[in-house]
């Protein structure tokens, strides 16, 4: 079965075994729960809440060691919208009538341009996070300590109320912006109350009323 915790999609194998074991994949980052048939959902949910800074720190080293992609020229999404994707060298970067121009050095290996395209992804989420998390704090009245961005592979975004520490996903960039809207909402309602209950969904009613059909959107079901 899958579990949807706090943002992070995890697989719950029921096994006759005597404890609960997590394991993140060196493949993917995907995180996977063996548990005993006895043990409630509950009890799940806590013994991965207690791993969360453990499992960012795995998804994170699995991150940086992952190999790139290759990145041709091609069609790229920026803020949900597609633009079509060319490296040129000796030209500054530019995002501008419908194509997504990066600049990177002549006769540039595969590694290079995917480079090039993350450090582009990385720079607008930066800026529209600078732009935007105050503003929904003000709105809230719910502020953080510090954010990241990190190329998560299995979330858009993390909380960790204890710290007030704030992680979001690389990928948002690609997404439209009203979904890093609400993921922005999303886990600062976490600073407040740390799980997925009616409180929880209080919070998103009242200050984001379609957040369901936002969420669907942010995961492609809309």
């Not at 006759?16 to 996977?32: M, Q």
């Not at 290079?112 to 709105?139: C, G, K, M, N, S």
Request: net charge positive.
């Amino acid at each position: 079965m899958l579990m949807d915790i706090d943002g992070m999609t995890v697989t719950v194998v029921r096994k006759r075994i005597k404890n609960l074991y997590l394991t993140v994949s060196p493949r993917d980052g995907a995180v996977r729960v063996s548990a005993p048939a006895h043990v409630p959902d509950a009890a799940v949910l806590d013994f991965v809440r207690s791993k969360a800074d453990w499992i960012a720190r795995q998804q994170a080293r699995l991150a940086d060691i992952a190999p790139k992609t290759p990145v041709p020229d091609g069609q790229v999404s920026v803020w949900g919208r597609p633009y079509s994707l060319c490296f040129a060298p000796g030209q500054p970067s530019a995002l501008a009538d419908g194509r997504l121009r990066l600049s990177v050095p002549q006769d540039s290996t595969s590694e290079q341009r995917h480079e090039a395209l993350t450090q582009f992804y990385r720079a607008a989420l930066h800026d529209e996070i600078t732009r935007r998390l105050p503003v929904w704090e003000a709105i809230t009245g719910l502020y953080c300590a510090g954010w990241q961005i990190r190329d998560m592979k299995t979330r858009w975004g993390s909380c960790t109320p204890g710290t007030k520490k704030l992680r979001f996903s690389l990928a948002l960039a690609r997404r439209p912006l009203v979904c890093l809207d609400y993921v922005l909402l999303h886990e600062l309602a976490h600073l407040q109350v740390p799980n997925h209950g009616s409180a929880f969904t209080a919070l998103l009613d009242r200050y984001m009323p379609n957040w369901r059909d936002v969420r669907a959107l942010l995961n492609g079901r809309a």
